[in-house]
């Protein structure tokens, strides 16, 4: 059993600074890939930054040169650094990560999200 727990959402007014974190526990023996996605009212979940397990970053091009994704792997954390909030960046946000268990199973896992609101 892996489970990943976000926080750090809030409500927040645009050209403030928010930072998302997100802690994967449980049977783990290494993680790969760790990412965040959104989710925003009436749309798609989309990506919004990764990150592999030796640093390596990609951002959507919406959030590119604002948001600064980070991890620290003895933690099995990865955090999310938001300036510059817009109101479009309101929406709900979720952790994933690429786990392998201490069973050898390959599992991607999701956060349970959390909310950031961006107010005009």
């Known amino acids: 059993q892996v489970q990943l727990v976000e926080s750090g959402g809030d409500l927040v007014q645009a050209g403030g600074s928010l930072r998302l974190s997100c802690t994967a526990s449980?049977?783990?023996?290494?993680?790969?890939?760790m990412g965040w996605y959104r989710q925003a009212p009436g749309k798609q979940r989309e990506l919004v930054a990764t990150?592999?397990?030796?640093?390596?970053?990609n951002y959507a091009d919406s959030v590119n040169g604002r948001f600064t994704i980070s991890r620290v792997n003895i933690k099995n954390t990865v955090y999310l650094q938001m300036n510059s909030l817009k109101p479009e960046d309101t929406a709900v946000y979720y952790c994933n990560a690429g786990v392998v268990t201490t069973s050898y199973r390959n599992l991607q896992v999701w956060g349970q999200g959390t909310l950031v609101t961006v107010s005009s």
């Open positions: 990150i592999t397990s030796g640093g390596r970053t």
């Open positions: 449980g049977s783990i023996f290494s993680i790969n890939g």
